[in-house]
């Protein structure tokens, strides 16, 4: 019979009460001395205690033996726990009942088992396998029973303290991940990031923005803010206010890198808390390359308009240039002629004088000319230097100012205009040279360069010639850098303001382009771009002073009468007889009827354009029908005609350019009409 002894339990009972609550605070350790100290007072080979959570049902908390855990593991465990979890109240499971049978297959006899429940919540179990012996069983059920409540309550608290544990555990991972998180952010940011208190001193910032100003971080928190700030911007204090008043801002801003050079920022920033302080953050990124790119194509937009302005007077100055060439040939070349026959000296010296002022008003109209519509430089493959370095020297005789040349051996050739590009190289060291009235230097270099796809805003990628004229002059004012190529723009009292804008022509015309750096009180830089030519130069032809003798009949045609009598003069005084047309029809028809008459002409002189009438373009193609031979020629106002550029591929001999003296029609006759055998 079961001893029910009610001391023995009530000491069985005091016992595990007074271990128990001992152990409270460590229910891990609690359940671990429950396990041992039963297996001690009770004859029994396995203590368990389980509890259940969401994820395990019947999860092992502590078992003694320690070395008996392995049995947790047995599928017929687990089946017996299943059945077992189902029982409500305290019991004795002989190997008779069906639930005993599945511990008598793993040689597992009678044993306990003990919901633990905390109110009508099941927490756990406590299982006694294998009593040794029944006798008291009774007694210890009671006992068990007895002490149930409380080894549930703190089964339940260790399954909470457990859960809050997790939870903790887990916030202060995901916590610390994501510090690092916001760390590697703050480190690793291209941008700069720094934090300000309310009183405007940094209080942490990121290696993107120390690196960006050229300051270590301690240093940048040393220096503070508003000693960065370029004066003019906004106050930082003001800044800071409007921040703290709850406004998000967006702006740029200037600061000084610890170099001295100026960094453009585009900067946003906003009021935050951390805890019960208030820190503004601010993110600033570098926006240089931006600013650069913006200012490209301003500078292209310019050129643009600049280029349209260009064409539109190029419209009205070639007109004007045409006709006021027609008008000054007569009166340039009658004072010629009048020079060569005056015996006077007195005489001759007016007319000299007179010659020479003519000479700047040719100059002027070709000025002009370089803006005509549909014009382009007579190009000749050839070396800019020593060209250039001539020009610059002609351009500076007298002056108190010299020249630096820095050339090289190796310099590339170009197909460019010789006058025209003489022009460019005369006004711009001109310029030169007025920006530095106190004299100076002035550093003329020029280089081989090779540019790649959009590296020039104006120019295509390839091989160009760099040239750039570099003054220490007065420098020219930012404001004005984007007018200084418009026509008539100057600054100067007696400019006429057609030097720059004609070296921008000039250069345009010849797939190049000219740009301008320029600091006030530092001087500027010119650089004209030509582009660069593997061909060979060509050998230039020397002139002669040989006058020209020719006897036979000169045919000319031009609508203007004052130049039909200067050139026939002229060609008389030569040996020709003249006979003058004023269009291309008649021309043709006199030419024909000579012809057919075998009268010789001994060559032709044909104005390009014939207003309302057949100029010389349409006018040779039909006598070079009737004779592919004669030698003919063309003259013309607009010096950068296609035409007067390439007169043997519209059927000339060759071009002279409208007003000309009697002497370059003499060069041009010697070299064409008398040529060697």
């Known amino acids: 019979m079961i001893n029910t002894d009610k001391q023995a339990s009530q000491l069985l009972v005091s016992d595990l009460a007074e271990n128990i609550l001992r152990y409270s605070d460590n229910p891990g350790d609690c359940a671990t001395y429950i396990t041992a100290q039963i297996r001690e007072l009770i004859g029994v080979r396995i203590v368990a205690i389980t509890t259940e959570d969401e994820l395990v049902e019947n999860k092992l908390v502590a078992i003694c033996p320690p070395r008996k855990e392995t049995i947790w593991k047995l599928p017929e465990i687990h089946q017996f726990l299943s059945i077992a979890s189902t029982y409500g109240t305290p019991c004795i499971i002989d190997t008779n009942s069906d639930i005993g049978t599945i511990l008598s297959s793993i040689d597992i006899g009678a044993s306990f088992i003990v919901p633990l429940k905390v109110g009508e919540q099941r927490v756990g179990m406590l ?40 939870m903790v555990e887990a916030r202060t991972i995901q916590l610390a991940k994501s510090e690092q998180l916001f760390r590697a952010l703050f480190e690793q940011a291209n941008d700069g990031i720094f934090f300000l208190d309310t009183h405007g001193e940094v209080v942490s910032a990121n290696e993107a923005f120390a690196r960006s100003h ?24 003001e800044r800071i206010r409007r921040i703290m008043a709850g406004e998000a801002l967006s702006f740029e801003v200037k600061h000084f890198h610890k170099d001295g050079h100026i960094i453009p920022l585009d900067v946003t920033a906003n009021l935050i808390s951390i805890g019960d302080e208030q820190l503004i953050i601010a993110i600033h990124r570098d926006i240089t390359e931006r600013k650069q790119a913006e200012e490209e194509h301003l500078k292209y937009e310019n050129q643009l308009q600049l280029n349209s302005k260009l064409e539109s007077l190029g419209v009205l100055a070639g007109g004007i240039a045409h006709d006021f060439n027609n008008l000054m040939g007569g009166i340039f070349g009658y004072i010629d002629m009048a020079s060569e026959e005056s015996k ?30 549909g014009g382009a430089p007579i190009q000749q493959i050839g070396n800019l230097f020593p060209f250039v370095q001539e020009t610059v020297q002609f351009a500076l ?63 295509a990628n390839g091989n160009y010639v760099k040239i750039s004229v570099k003054d220490t002059g007065v420098g020219i ?19 006429h303001g057609l030097g720059l804008a004609t070296c921008y022509s000039i250069v345009k015309r010849h797939d190049g382009c000219i740009d301008v750096e320029s600091e006030p009180g530092k001087g500027s830089t010119f650089k004209v771009y030509l582009p660069a030519t593997t061909e060979s130069a060509s050998s230039e032809i020397k002139k002669t002073d040989k006058t020209h003798k020719g006897s036979g009949t000169f045919l000319i045609m031009d609508d203007e009468e004052v130049m039909r ?74 010096a950068d005609d296609p035409v007067m550029k390439k007169p043997t591929e519209h059927g000339f001999t060759a071009s002279i350019c409208k007003p000309f003296r009697k002497s370059e029609l003499s060069e041009m006759l010697n070299k064409y009409m008398n040529p060697k055998k």
């Open 214 to 237: 050229g300051y270590t971080v301690e240093e940048m928190k040393q220096l503070g803010i508003e000693k960065l700030d370029v004066e003019g911007n906004a106050p930082v204090p």
């Open 344 to 373: 006077e000296a007195k005489v001759t010296s007016y007319l000299s004088k007179a010659m020479n002022t003519i000479d700047r008003a040719r100059a002027l109209t070709l000025q002009l000319l370089t803006f005509a519509k």
């Open 565 to 638: 009598d200067t050139i026939g003069d002229m060609l008389e005084t030569l040996g020709y007889s003249v006979v003058s047309k004023e269009n291309g029809k008649d021309a043709i028809d006199f030419f024909a009827t000579e012809t057919k008459a075998n009268r010789k002409i001994s060559g032709i002189i044909f104005d390009l354009t014939i207003p309302g009438g057949m100029g010389g373009k349409a006018a040779i193609e039909e006598i070079r029908k009737l004779n592919k031979d004669i030698p003919a020629f063309v003259a013309s106002g607009y």
């Open 397 to 459: 005789s007298g002056a108190n100012v010299s020249c630096h040349v820095d050339v090289p051996q190796d310099l590339w050739a170009c197909n460019f205009d010789k006058n025209q590009i003489g022009q460019v190289i005369d006004n711009l060291i001109i310029n030169a040279q007025q920006a530095m009235p106190v004299g100076g230097t002035i550093e003329l270099t020029a280089r081989n360069i090779t540019l790649a796809e959009k590296e020039h805003p104006m120019l």
């Open 127 to 166: 299982v006694l396998f294998d009593l040794l012996d029944l006798k008291g069983a009774t007694t210890i059920l009671d006992a068990l029973t007895r002490i149930a409540p409380i080894l549930a309550l703190i089964l339940k608290n260790s399954i909470l303290y457990k859960n809050m544990e997790n």
């Open 477 to 495: 004012p930012q404001e004005l850098i984007s007018k200084i190529f418009d026509p008539f723009f100057t600054t100067k009292a007696k400019g």
